[in-house]
């Protein structure tokens, strides 16, 4: 317990460095959710394109009913918008002002919507989700990423999420 919470400790402080150490431009900021030492562990980072990026380490609760990528996204804190398609699930519009209103979820001019990508324990890249959040069962460890971007040719995302964004920056 001692080196868990030792190394929680070193973490928070890498944490804070992460802005002056990662990429260029990019502000880090830290989530208001506490990193805890029970349940599953799950590193959130939302990724709005505009220079700034965002991060928490969020616990779940091992009697929580929170389960899915879009339930950890949605119990966050952060202002999420989102539209019901019907059998497709819940669309994710607009994440902490970043997006399409409800009533245009993909309609945004240059083509952008928010990806969803997951990163596991083992994972050295983060891979882009073709399921959405709400279909997504997190584990203790993983990392989960939203980022605002458009789609290539291939329908493949522009912008990923940097791999220096690694599990240890979290936990």
């Known amino acids: ?33 506490p990193v805890l030492l029970d349940g599953i562990q799950v590193g959130l980072l939302i990724d709005p394109s505009t220079g700034s990026v965002m991060i928490d380490g969020v616990s779940i609760a091992d009697d929580s009913n929170i389960s899915t990528a879009l339930d950890i996204l949605l119990n966050s804190g952060v202002d999420v918008v989102t539209a019901d398609f019907g059998q497709f699930g819940l669309g994710i519009c607009s994440i902490a002002g970043v997006g399409q209103p409800e009533n245009d979820c993909f309609g945004d001019s240059e083509g952008r919507y928010w990806a969803f990508f997951y990163k596991g324990l083992d994972d050295d890249v983060w891979s882009a989700s073709q399921i959405g959040a709400g279909e997504y069962q997190v584990n203790d460890g993983d990392l989960i990423a939203f980022v605002w971007t458009a789609s290539d040719m291939d329908f493949n995302p522009v912008v990923v999420p940097d791999n220096a964004w690694m599990i240890e920056n979290f936990f």
Do not use: D
């Not at 973490?11 to 959710?33: D, K, M, P, R, Y």
């Open 1 to 33: 317990m001692f080196l868990k919470k030792l190394n929680l400790m070193a973490i928070l402080f890498c944490l804070s460095l992460i802005g002056a150490c990662s990429q260029t431009g990019v502000e880090v900021i830290e989530g208001s959710n």
